[in-house]
């Protein structure tokens, strides 16, 4: 599967992004898929991740109850709504995806994760 990000831009702190991933191929509905982020000068994070049907989801705590991650299975696309945004969260948000479900920890590490989308750029003003 090929991922491409998108979505990405500036806004202003509190406002709300959606961003999209589109997937190539036809076994995107087998995959586990995930949203990770990397801010300027840190090391890459996990955000949010998804099981196959969505009928699962985890966050990171930095993002819970602000984001949703979620799948359109018969549209190839996960997506991740951004709510009350932060200047913490300016970052370049990456999608990834994985072919089963793991430990939460094994979830979250970025190494257990084989197949990344090219990044799209979210940027908060405060």
């Known amino acids: 599967v090929q991922l491409q990000a998108s979505g990405g831009g500036l806004v202003q702190a509190g406002g709300s992004l959606r961003l999209s991933c589109a997937a190539s191929?036809?076994?995107?509905?087998?995959?586990?898929m995930g949203w990770f982020r990397q801010a300027p000068g840190k090391e890459r994070e996990f955000v949010a991740t998804?099981?196959?049907?969505?009928?699962?989801?985890y966050y990171a705590d930095s993002v819970k109850g602000r984001f949703i991650i979620s799948r359109d299975n018969a549209k190839n696309t996960v997506y991740l709504q951004m709510n009350s945004l932060k200047p913490e969260d300016t970052a370049v948000y990456y999608c990834?995806?994985?072919?089963?479900?793991?430990?939460?920890?094994?979830?979250?590490?970025?190494?257990?994760?084989?197949?990344w989308g090219q990044g799209t750029l979210v940027t908060v003003s405060s």
């Open positions: 990834a995806a994985r072919p089963s479900l793991s430990t939460i920890v094994t979830m979250m590490s970025v190494g257990s994760w084989g197949t």
């Open positions: 998804i099981s196959w049907s969505g009928g699962s989801t």
């Open positions: 191929g036809r076994t995107f509905s087998t995959y586990v």
